[in-house]
């Protein structure tokens, strides 16, 4: 289980550049980068379309041959890959950063045990290890250098 995630400043600058550009629905996103058994470090972030409409508030679905095509780059898919899944990311803009009842049900269908990272109303960021039953704290190190 992953118990801490190392994010640089860059990785804070696109959490705000993204939460700040759209206000009107969720934002979400794959961070890629290596998992060890308790640790992941986070190389990039590669934002997906939400597919849910505007009014749909609250949810977000990513397009599904965005989210393929960025798979296909981990280990996950690839087995000549370097990369795992790190993070999958989404915004809160009228929320906290807090894992929603929505975010529950997305993490149980979709099967990752991974870290959620949420960027909350005022731009507040947490993160969370899905187990496939429920969301325990990741604590975040923070690396305040602009390079990957």
Known sequence: MIKKIYLKRF????????????KNKESCGLMLGKNTNE????????????TEPVHALGRYRMDPQQ?????MATKNL??????DLVAIVHTH???AAQP???????A?????????IIIGLDREVNAFYWTGE???????IYDNTRTM
């Open 11 to 22: 990785h804070y600058d696109q959490f705000y550049a993204i939460f700040d550009q759209i």
């Open 39 to 50: 640790e992941a470090k986070a190389e990039n972030i590669c934002w997906v379309e939400n």
């Open 67 to 71: 989210q393929i095509n960025i798979m």
């Open 78 to 83: 690839n087995p000549r890959s370097t990369r």
């Open 93 to 95: 803009p009228k929320w």
């Open 100 to 106: 929603s009842a929505e975010d529950f049900m997305l």
């Open 108 to 116: 149980k269908k979709a099967g990752f045990n991974v870290v959620y």
């Open 134 to 140: 429920k969301f325990e704290p990741v604590e975040i």
